[in-house]
């Protein structure tokens, strides 16, 4: 069965295989149907290895390979070597490596997944950047763990998967301020909301903006917005606000090919 999912021309390499997947093709019930990922949510563990193992399957490889953090919205990013189990899967936003064969994944459902390559030196990686880790640095940190595994910049490409979009983002003017005081630069990321204590804000353009700070130039968001997109995406705002008892989680992921 191939999965659907969403490619992107600056991951498309002949040493790299990557995708951005969507909520399709799973074997989960409400509300996670049907390809929910996330060994954090309440569906059952048969389903998430079910789903686990179709993403591995994919890229050829057992669901062992599939590798993914315990998410905790830090600024941490951690190399792996080599597959381990889901219980002593580390507390991190970030997986590097250069170990073919390795699936790294970042779980989302509504912030952004940014995938990352390097061909030319062979390594990639995988970032789960929500605003916390946006802000905080979890860019930044990623960026340091690849270039410690062999990347040079002008080699590296990243691509910001499916998150939510301005248009869905609607937070406080506090939370604008937070951005303000730690990075002057996010003012253009924020537009009014509809009432004056309201903003709407551009999750996907601030990761953008840090990647190319960094001094990036092969970089790019895929344009979609999770919240939104009902039938393609889950949603944690969406499931949120309507009162859901708990949503699905989508995986973005890229591997060396073996």
Not at 107 to 123: E, H, K, R
Not at 128 to 143: P, T
Not at 236 to 256: H, T, V, W
Request: hydrophobic share 40%.
């Amino acid at each position: 069965m191939t999965l659907p999912r969403i490619l992107h021309p600056l991951l498309d390499l002949p040493n790299v295989q990557h995708g951005f997947f969507t909520r399709l093709g799973g074997v989960s019930p409400f509300p996670y149907e049907s390809l929910n990922v996330g060994q954090g949510s309440k569906d059952s563990l048969d389903n998430i290895l079910e789903n686990r193992r179709r993403v591995a399957a994919s890229f050829g490889q057992p669901e062992a390979r599939l590798l993914n953090c315990y998410q905790v919205h830090s600024k941490i990013a951690v190399t792996v070597d080599g597959p381990w189990p889901t219980e002593d899967r580390p507390e991190a936003d970030g997986l590097v490596t250069t170990t073919p064969g390795l699936i790294l994944g970042a779980l989302s459902a509504d912030c952004a997944p940014i995938l990352w390559a390097d061909p030319v030196n062979g390594v990639v990686g995988a970032c789960h950047a929500g605003w916390k880790g946006a802000l905080g640095g979890m860019i930044e940190a990623e960026y340091a763990a690849l270039l410690a595994k062999g990347a040079e910049a002008r080699h590296l490409r990243a691509v910001i998967g499916p998150c939510i979009a301005q248009a869905s983002y609607e937070v406080s003017t506090d939370y604008e301020d937070t951005f303000r005081a730690q990075d002057a630069d996010s003012a253009a990321f924020f537009i009014p909301g509809k009432t004056a204590d309201k903003r709407y804000f551009d999750l996907p353009g601030f990761c953008l903006m840090r990647l190319k700070r960094l001094g990036l130039t092969q970089v790019a968001t895929t344009g979609h917005d999770t919240c939104a997109e009902e039938a393609l995406f889950h949603s944690n705002r969406r499931g949120f606000l309507r009162q859901e008892p708990d949503y699905g989680r989508l995986i973005s992921a890229i591997m060396l090919r073996p």
